[in-house]
């Protein structure tokens, strides 16, 4: 098994360099030969990648100790479907799942529709080197195939917290957004080498940002998810270096999913996009960076060691390659770009976007390294928390969600005031009706309150857009209103899934802003029979019990709650002691409903009688991940499409704003 999985490696080094070297005689000869060749290459790169891969989930499986990653992440006992997922639980087999990945999608563009297009050999050598460096990676430092000395009885197991299906999908979500992110930088490096600048590179990567920016999305919510429910401390988001890792790049692909638009429309932002869609992929390398390096503290870090290294040199070799290659055809980018023809324009509105997600993208990226540069630099440690992150981040989203407000509203060109001011009418009183009622029925906190209220001017915005078109199309068609919503979605696909994704975004900006602003919380040792009153809950506690599950003990708090002066059943917050683990696990006691979380850890005890429990509420929590699910429909949407509206329906629509 060691031979064979070894020889895939070498062999994935092999081919990947021959690939490389395939197709740069191709372009040089122009022959179809050897790119041919070189697509064959590819081809053979997914079957050894595939059977490293089927290797290790055997290993894995069947709890083949004498291979070092087996024993470091599985034991005998550990669920089947935990030693499968097991496969992406350390840096071996991490490098294996990015490897397998990046193989698969560089085949499925090579065998494209589009590979014969000039450009696809020189986006095939920028995916190869890619694939090559982790073949070599794993082969220098990274192997999932090597051995142990001496064959344990058992492995270590897996960590308790990566025990949770939020584990399973987490991952593999964010590697498929973050390797997908290398189509369209390879794309904008082959088209600037071909000298090609105009918008053929954007249409052929179109899907294939919105995809990788959609798996982005599912791996930062699942991953918001899994911290809720399984680390223990009442939230979904703690500004961790790694979450910070996954959340750069998607901010930076946001604006260039915005960007692009107007290129493709207008020919303009041109340096805007070359330059996000660079800064997109060189920030997933920086992210794989965090995790492997060691030098910043992480739960979801993978420790220490010399792949930190390694990424950091091919990190730094293709950003330095990217800035060679822009620099020598700068001037060629700034040809044929067309300026802002006014400061009041949805052209501004997207330039300000951009703007405020690379200002967004800066101060996260800012804060994330700032510990390090401050021991580097004054050999002392100034570790940056959430209060840094939160009070700088807190006024950037405030400004996007006033923009994602009004730019819907504001015309191509030049826009006029009284226009504006007339289609901003209804949704801005909505917001402002939205602010008299929190005030009214007693809520607090001036920036929620703005906050809460610019998002339902956003989201009426959206719901305003919806229905006028909607309405156009019915004058234009005769069409019952719901078959009209349904086929005017359905003609700009990509327009309306752009709105239902914001639509999703306000949801969870409501979910957001609530559970900061308005939760509560109590820390409180109790004896048996004893209560807490935390809003409108009421818990009591009748006693500690032990029991065995899976051959893990568990220790669990049995209380009784009453919400409303009504009886609603029995929680209870566990901790586990795993057998082959020194820390217990935090098992929360969560119940849910439309408008809250009641949020409950055991935190300690005595005797079983007495414990100490942490008891929160967690306002609109649940609209975060139902806001998640509408932004991922939205994405669906816009990524099926691409048509435009008929004329006559055009004009009505035009007509009817």
Known sequence: MY????????????????????????????????LESARGGVLSLVFVSLIASFLLLYLLATSQFQFEYVAAYTSRNLPLVYKLTAFWAGNAGSLLLWTVLICGYTAILVFSREKHNPMMPYVSVILLLNILFFFTVMVLGGNPFAMTDMVPADGKGLNPMLQHPGMIL??????????????????????????RMDAEWIKLTRRWTITAWLFLTLGNMIGGWWAYLELGWG???????????????????SAFLHSVMIQERKGMLKTWNISLVIISYILT??????????????VHAFGSGPLGTYFLIFMAFMMLLSIYIVMTRYQMIKKDTLPIESYFS???????????????????????????ISETVSGTKINVGAPYFNSVMSPILLLLILLMAVCPLIAWQKATVERFLKNALWPFAAGIAAAIILVAFGVRGTFAIIGLASTVFMFATHI?????????????????????????????????GGYIVHIGIAVIAIGVISSHAYSEEVLKTMETGESLAIGDYELTFKGLSEHTKNGNGI?????????????????????????????????????????????????????????????????????????????VLGTAVAL????????????ALRSGR
Not at 285 to 298: E, H, I, K, M
Not at 346 to 372: I, R
Not at 640 to 651: A, E, H, L
Request: with cysteine.
């Open 285 to 298: 390398l920086f992210g794989t960076f965090l995790v492997r390096s060691g030098v910043l503290t992480s």
């Open 170 to 195: 987490h991952p593999v979500t964010l590697y498929l957004g973050y390797v997908g992110l290398a189509v369209p930088f390879a794309f904008a490096i082959a088209a600037l080498i071909l000298k």
């Open 640 to 651: 099926i499409g691409g048509k435009t509206t008929s004329s006559r329906v055009s004009k």
């Open 3 to 34: 031979l064979i999985g070894s020889i895939t490696l070498y062999l994935g080094i092999a081919i990947a360099a021959y690939s490389i070297i395939a197709n740069l005689i191709g372009i040089k000869k122009q022959s179809s030969r050897w």
């Open 555 to 631: 220790v669990a708090a049995e209380l009784e709650t009453v919400y409303k002066g009504k009886m609603d059943g029995t929680i209870k917050p566990e901790k586990v002691f795993y057998e082959t683990w020194p820390e217990p696990s935090t098992e929360v006691a969560i119940k849910t409903n439309f408008t809250e979380d009641l949020y409950v850890v055991l935190s300690s005890w005595e005797n079983r009688d007495k414990v100490t429990l942490q008891v929160k509420v967690n306002p609109f929590v649940s609209w975060i991940w139902a806001g998640g699910i509408i932004m």
């Open 346 to 372: 949805k052209e501004s509105s997207f330039l300000l976007n951009n703007l405020l997600l690379v200002a967004g993208a800066f101060a996260v990226f800012w804060g994330t390294m700032y510990p390090l």
């Open 464 to 496: 305003q857009e919806f229905v006028q078109g909607t309405m156009a199309r019915i004058k234009a068609t005769k069409e019952n209103a719901l078959t009209a919503a349904c086929r005017l979605t359905k003609k700009n696909q990509r327009r309306y």
């Open 235 to 253: 939230g979904y988001w703690a500004w961790d270096p790694v979450e910070n890792a996954s959340f750069l790049p998607w901010l930076t692909v």
